[in-house]
């Protein structure tokens, strides 16, 4: 990450703002039981959650398929020379790495979700 830290650190430090978002909305959540009336209400602070999860496994799955597929940067006498952060992310290999990763999480959460409802949780 010494070198390709200083091409892809872009979506790194977006990621930061993805998990922060994601886990206030979390924390508020999980200490707000006693204080709404109407519990589909207090549901509804899911739902900056799983944006910001949903956010937070874009970004890494960028820099993921930065790692397979590195592109956007030259290597000129052993120095970083003409770095495009932009053509870094958005490489080949992003979108399919970036809809497995997205897709197969909602999935596993419906998944999740089914199978507590069929219990007696």
Do not use: C
């Not at 703002?17 to 508020?28: N, R």
């Not at 009336?37 to 874009?58: C, E, T």
């Amino acid at each position: 990450m010494e070198l390709a830290g200083n091409v892809i650190v872009l979506p790194l430090f977006m990621e930061t703002f993805a998990f922060f978002f994601e886990a206030i909305f979390l924390g508020i959540y999980l200490y707000t039981w006693d204080r709404f009336d109407n519990p589909r209400k207090h549901l509804l602070l899911l739902v900056p959650v799983a944006i910001g999860a949903s956010f937070s496994a874009v970004f890494i799955s960028i820099v993921n398929a930065f790692m397979n597929a590195p592109q956007g940067f030259d290597i000129i006498n052993g120095q970083l020379a003409n770095v495009n952060p932009l053509v870094a992310m958005f490489n080949p290999a992003m979108p399919i790495k970036v809809a497995h990763v997205v897709a197969t999480a909602f999935m596993t959460a419906a998944f999740v979700l089914h199978r507590l409802q069929l219990s007696d949780y």
